[in-house]
């Protein structure tokens, strides 16, 4: 994973200061879209889609809300409450990353325990960071419920993965407009060197959609006037990838 991140952060040269919010899953849309659309010039912005308007990062998930940290927000489902009160075994009100991948078992595919790490450093808890609580779990099982539903749109033969260019048509449907460079790093992350082409399930999905969006939205933080490019310090630079290597050791 290292060595990933050493490739893509060499690559992209963009990103800014570190801050305690997760990201937002954007809504799905109605029908896929691929690469290249969707743009009235026919070209898209080298980091990200133009069709989606810009959100504020964080500005859905994660922090510490009215109703607290301790407590699911109002109106949450039966079935995300059970979930964490299943694995919740110490009654803590909060979950490790392994209660958090039993509970994520549950209602969607398994979960590798990198992509969990992933999981928990984006939808941190302000009080325990290693631990998630009631309010990071419910946005985290809204979010995944949403890239689900990208994930379905764009696995065409209904095979439970998705190629490379449906990963790219998927990302795009997300609003982020991968250059195909960067696309060759997030396919040479699952190559095993085996000769097969490479497929990513659900889990891989949103590993790959989890660290383009978290970057994408800390680069767009610099990136005033969404342009593509942007001018940033090394301080910047290193406390944007940094917290990103940290989550998965």
Request: glycine share 8%.
């Amino acid at each position: 994973m290292a060595s990933f991140f050493g490739r893509f952060t060499s690559y992209s040269n963009s990103n800014s200061h570190s801050h305690s919010h997760a990201p937002s899953a954007p809504s799905a849309p109605s029908e896929p879209e691929t690469y290249g659309h969707g743009n009235s010039h026919g070209t898209a912005s080298p980091y990200y889609s133009q069709q989606h308007q810009p959100q504020p990062y964080g500005s859905n998930y994660g922090g510490v809300s009215s109703y607290g940290s301790y407590g699911f927000p109002p109106g949450t489902s039966p079935e995300v409450i059970r979930s964490f009160q299943m694995v919740d075994k110490d009654r803590s009100g909060f979950i490790d990353e392994n209660e958090l991948q039993e509970a994520l078992s549950s209602g969607y595919q398994r979960f590798s325990l990198r992509t969990v790490r992933l999981l928990i450093f984006l939808f941190r808890n302000p009080i325990d960071s290693s631990r998630m609580g009631p309010n990071e779990f419910t946005a985290l099982w809204n979010c995944l419920g949403q890239w689900r539903g990208t994930f379905e749109r764009y696995d065409r033969d209904r095979s439970g993965r998705i190629d490379a260019l449906e990963m790219r048509d998927a990302l795009y449907g997300l609003g982020y407009a991968v250059p195909s460079s960067v696309l060759q790093l997030l396919i040479s992350l699952y190559d095993d060197r085996s000769g097969r082409r490479v497929e990513y399930n659900f889990d891989s999905f949103v590993e790959c959609g989890m660290i383009v969006k978290g970057l994408t939205e800390k680069f767009k933080e610099k990136d005033k006037h969404y342009t593509g490019s942007a001018t940033l310090t090394y301080e910047d630079f290193m406390s944007t990838i940094l917290p990103f290597l940290v989550s998965y050791s």
